[in-house]
Nanobody
Framework: QVQLVESGGGLAQTGGSLRLSCAAS????????VGWFRQAPGKGREFVAS??????????QYADSVKGRFTISRDNAKNTVTLQMNSLKPEDTAVYYC??????????????WGQGTQVTVSS
């Protein structure tokens, strides 16, 4: 049974940066795509970014709302995935979750969820 642990959330000001990490234990990410999702208060969980495993550069996808501001990366040796969030906006406030098995479309989560990490951006 895989366990995912997200970390790195917190409070940031508009325009600031945060770096989220997702660490897996119990099994490796293997060849699966890994993704970040978020859920704001009163809203459903939405896709943020995903990254496939490949030799060399990974293939990434981003939600339009974060494109150009967020960067996803993975370290297969350490079994971690990182989400660098820059130019944060108040609308980025949400609980952020990682998922260890994102479908071929790069956006549909099929795997396990972590407990999430809260990101709050003040205006």
């Amino acid at each position: 049974q895989v366990q995912l642990v997200e970390s790195g959330g917190g409070l940031a000001q508009t325009g600031g940066s945060l770096r989220l990490s997702c660490a897996a234990s119990g099994r490796t990410f293997g060849s699966r795509a890994v993704g970040w999702f978020r859920q704001a208060p009163g809203k459903g969980r939405e896709f943020v970014a995903s990254i496939r495993r490949s030799i060399g550069l990974g293939t990434t996808q981003y939600a339009d709302s974060v494109k150009g501001r967020f960067t996803i990366s993975r370290d297969n040796a350490k079994n971690t995935v990182t989400l660098q969030m820059n130019s944060l906006k108040p609308e980025d406030t949400a609980v952020y979750y990682c998922n260890d098995d994102v479908g071929n479309d790069g956006r549909t989560p099929f795997g396990s969820w972590g407990q999430g990490t809260q990101v709050t951006v003040s205006s």
